[in-house]
């Protein structure tokens, strides 16, 4: 039984039953390669996380284009097993609110060797940085903005021969 | 003809969720971006050219050259923050 390959939900998720699902009833995977973001606060001090300073990420809110995030992330594991040699590709990721240090995404994947699962997670997590509509809102104590792309995620993606143009402009 | 316009993050909370525009039939993406623009107020603000705005149609990232039809579903945003 395969799963659906993309969950967009506002609950959390398990990453131990997510890559057991994956592989399940797949004897030639080899490898399982899987990345978790969670919500960092960006201000918090080194090895700490002082809720109560200046700057610090009180909350944080994800929007997304319902529909158009699900048909995005397909396209990007198609692509993904285009170009690696993978068995299975599932992405996870959380809208809504979200707290410091809530996961917010997973991207997992099986293959028969660690190359191609590791090269298609990087891909994949590259591809969503700079494709699917999402959009964070952190609140501090100063009030609420809307996070700012980087141009560190279009070269990233650049090194996969896409050209984003995301951050730019 | 017709399209309907979605709007998100900073730009939803600028111009609203979503409208209905009315545009000369082969209007391009870009086309209707001017449109608006030229509305003036908040229009003009958050959609000028020079901000960073990304745009989708019928739920896929887009450019502003591609040419739209009656129907078509038009998002535009910032750029995007995901993951």
């Not at chain 2, 449109?35 to 229009?43: D, I, P, Q, S, Y």
Request: some cysteine.
């Amino acid at each position: 039984m395969t799963a659906a390959r993309v969950s967009i939900r506002s609950g959390d998720f398990d990453l131990a039953a997510e890559v057991a699902a994956l592989r399940e009833g797949d004897l030639g995977v080899g490898a399982v390669v899987s990345f978790v973001g969670t919500v960092r606060d960006r201000h918090a001090s080194a090895g700490t996380v002082a809720a109560d300073k200046p700057g610090a990420i009180t909350a944080l809110e994800l929007e997304h284009y319902p529909g158009m995030t699900e048909r995005a992330i397909e396209a990007m594991i198609d692509e993904a097993e285009r170009r690696f040699d993978i068995r299975a590709a599932r992405v996870v990721h959380r809208v809504g609110p979200l707290a410091p240090g809530d996961q917010i995404v997973l991207v997992a994947v099986t293959s028969a060797h660690r190359g191609e699962a590791f090269q298609a997670c990087e891909f994949l997590m590259d591809y969503l940085k700079t494709q699917a509509p999402f959009w964070k809102k952190e609140t501090t104590a100063e009030g609420a903005r809307w996070v700012d792309a980087r141009v560190a995620d279009d070269a990233a993606l650049a090194r996969w021969g896409i050209q984003a143009g995301n951050a730019a402009e | 003809m017709k399209v309907h316009v979605r709007y998100f993050a900073s730009l939803r909370e600028a111009l609203g969720p979503n409208e209905a525009v009315e545009l000369p039939a082969g209007a391009t993406l870009g086309a209707l971006r001017d449109v608006l623009v030229a509305r003036g107020g908040r229009h003009a603000e958050v959609l000028a050219r020079g901000r960073a705005v990304r745009c989708s149609l019928d739920q896929r990232m887009a450019d502003e050259h591609e040419a739209l039809a009656d129907g078509a579903e038009v998002g535009f945003f910032p750029p995007v923050t995901g993951g």
